[in-house]
């Protein structure tokens, strides 16, 4: 399996169920933030990594999932619109 390439704000970790580092930041959520982590989430999936690094703090995959849910829900999108 090729190593997969690391961007300077998320790279996939390949390491299973333990998180390596505790929360490093709070992220404030913004549309352009939404996106990119959008992007972390989905390059995460690509290589099946069950852990990913947003931002400087770690994501479960699965969690990951349905916070972008969250943050793409109606009345969420209204908040970071403003």
Do not use: C, H
Request: net charge neutral; charged share 25%.
């Amino acid at each position: 399996m090729a190593v997969p390439p690391t961007y300077p704000r998320y790279d996939a970790v390949m390491t299973p169920w333990r998180m390596k580092t505790k929360p490093k930041t709070m992220i404030a959520w913004t549309l352009p933030m939404l996106e990119q982590f959008k992007a972390a989430y989905q390059f995460a999936v690509k290589y099946e990594a069950d852990i990913f690094t947003f931002d400087g703090n770690e994501f479960v995959v699965s969690y990951a999932k349905y916070l972008i849910e969250y943050l793409e829900s109606d009345e969420v999108q209204a908040k970071l619109r403003t």
